[in-house]
């Protein structure tokens, strides 16, 4: 028999607010344990939290880009549990009146994942496991309790892991877009919970669900997923029952491990009594609608009806809205999109991932950009010699016509001086020479390449190619 994964994604946004959820402590990451708390977020007897309304506004607009209904009331709730990152013994989230519910997202292949809603909750602390050689402990660190998330609840729609994946890179890149949260799964300010259950293939009936947890990258989402299918599969197939539990993805093990049961755990909502309902009129929710910025879906279907630029060139460049930037800016000062398209996707983006650099910190100018754009254009350098000085521009900040002039890189087009490099290749390559006299064509392109490493990549491939030609005519009479 043949199964279907259902699967569903919970995930958790850690927005950027400067300040926390219901106190003023700041939010920044990376500060010594415990030096960004107060009585609020550490929940001490009588200290009362007040919303901030940023966290609001930030949460509306992840909505409104997910195509949600804005609810005009919603509550907070209290959810009881005990654990020592949870100072008050409660987290204040949003039960059955969240404030964003019935959107959708849709994926490039045109199928719409319902997006079952999306509420604020605050998060926890951290715990730190110590384990010495005589003694463990725990420490805690409340820097990140109360810290403002999002949890955005998908519908159990998605049907494979890499519809996963795309839904929850998607998600990321629109959060990025409406600079509501930074989405770096590696610092934990964008986590997700997954759930996935099989059932026989065109069956109406779920089968039995297993939350996953500890998915810490994209790829560990798709892995865990690929092998859940898998286990869960063999298990069906030989006719035995799939347990309802939690497991946890195995970074080193590569699998996944059971957890603990899944019981139905009692959580004992009830209304936060210390703070009031969100309300919202449609006039505030119509300005933070007006405010939206375009989103990645349609920048990528402007770059390719406004600058022709083929669809995977379009995903790549607006997979990040600084890039997107960046890439419109390079345009206003030298418009040859898909030159600059390449030379982005090529060289810069490798760079990047080298430097393990942010979008954030590229570090050329669009100014910069342009320039070197334009000097490969008007042939002034080759476009392999532009590469290495785009290199030169990223490392040293400098302006592309300085390198050039400085390490004196522009491209041979002097029909003298390229003769001189030619006659000496082709005295040092006899045997090309013979090749091609004998009938042998592709020899030209040896010679062409040796021509470029004489002249370390200076001289201009369509000069030099002539050249060659008429000189090897000459050879031939
Ligand atoms: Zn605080």
Known sequence: MKFEPVIGLEVHAELSTKTKIFCACATAFGGAPNTQTCPVCLGLPGALPVLNRKVVEYCVRAGLALNCQIAEESRLDRKNYFYPDLPKAYQISQDDQPLCRDGFLQLDSGKKIRIARIHLEEDA???VHCRGERERYLLVDYNRASIP???IVSAPELSTP???VEYLEKIRRILEYLEISDGKMEEGSLRCDVNISLK???AEQLGTKIELKNLNSFKALARALAYEIQRQSALLAEGKAVRPETRKWDEAKQQTLAM???????????PEPDLGPIELD??????IAASL???PDEKKRRFMEDYRLPEYDAGLITSSKYLADFFEAVLRHYNNPKAASNLIMGELLRLMGEQRLAMKELPVSPVHMGELLKLIDEGKISLTVGKSVLEKVFFSGRAPAEIIKTEGLAQISDQAQLRTVISKVLKEHPQSVADYLGGKKKAAGFLVGQIMKETNGRANPQVAKELLNE???KVEK
Do not use: N
């Open 162 to 164: 890499e519809e996963a």
């Open 293 to 295: 910025p375009e989103l």
């Open 260 to 270: 603990r049961s899944k019981e139905s755990s009692d959580y004992r909502w009830f």
């Open 282 to 287: 449609s006039k505030e929710v119509a300005a």
């Open 471 to 473: 000189e090897l005519e």
């Open 200 to 202: 026989p293939a065109g």
């Open 149 to 151: 998330l999002i949890e």
């Open 125 to 127: 602390g951290k715990l």
